[in-house]
């Protein structure tokens, strides 16, 4: 099975409107993270969000914020208004098992989204 | 801050021959750093992960004799792909976290390797 699940392989957003990207994860331990990050056509990748699997409240930064929903096990990446710039293939992750330093990334599929003028 | 470099960012060899490829961490010391491969329009997948000092630990169905990681440094990690076939051509990317409690993980800007 999947550890990761991005079930959008393409997106197409009018400028300025929020975006939702899913995410679907599986696991069976208790402690563990998720992120999003932005790889653009240049090909580095950025780390946008992260959000453990203990965190009560949902994950912001700036215009990024992360729709956590454990039991559904879902971790869906919302953009607010957004920018051109934001044309980009997206990756979720996910760290099984607690945080103690090597522990490894396993990345879904992508959404490619790109923003219309 | 957090900032990886890659170096060379591509590189085209000839099949049979050996490439480097050097990851830096250039203001923070890495405690672990980890490989991908990317093929073009799919996902990364993780090759090994290394621990400055000690040996790496390589991914299921990597071949760590043709894949040779060498993590000398807290901010340097040598991918080394052996006798390179046209099959090894393929976008590679490091990663490195900082430690000490922080889950982030910082990416290189990427190597596309060519084998002709």
Not at chain 1, 32 to 51: D, R
Not at chain 2, 24 to 43: E, G, I, N
Not at chain 2, 62 to 69: A, G, N, Q, R, Y
Request: hydrophobic share 30%; aromatic share 12%; with cysteine.
């Amino acid at each position: 099975a999947q550890k990761i699940t991005q079930t959008q392989p393409g997106m197409f957003v009018q400028e300025k409107e929020a975006v939702t990207l899913d995410c679907t994860y599986d696991t069976s331990d208790q402690s563990y993270g998720l992120f999003w990050y932005k790889q653009p056509s240049s090909g580095e990748m950025i780390f946008l969000i992260y959000q453990g699997s203990y965190d009560e409240q949902n994950a912001t930064e700036g215009r990024y914020s992360l729709n956590f929903q454990k039991a559904r096990k879902s971790a869906n990446l919302v953009i607010s208004a957004s920018q051109l710039g934001d044309s980009a293939m997206y990756f979720c992750a996910m760290r099984e098992g607690p945080n103690f330093g090597n522990e490894k990334l396993t990345f879904g599929t992508g959404t490619r989204l790109t923003i219309i003028p | 801050g957090a900032v990886v470099s890659q170096h060379p960012s591509w590189v085209i060899c000839k099949s049979g021959t050996s490439v480097k490829i050097e990851c830096r961490s250039l203001d923070f010391q890495a405690t672990t750093m980890f490989w991908y491969r990317q093929f073009p329009k799919q996902s990364l997948m993780l090759m090994a992960t290394s621990n400055e000092g000690s040996k790496a630990t390589y991914e299921q169905g990597v071949e760590k004799d043709k894949f040779l990681i060498n993590h000398a440094s807290l901010t340097l990690s040598t991918l080394t792909v052996t006798s390179a076939h046209p099959e090894d051509s393929s976008f590679y990317i490091c990663s490195a976290r900082m430690g000490g409690g922080r889950y982030e993980q910082y990416f290189g800007p990427g190597t596309r390797l060519t084998v002709t």
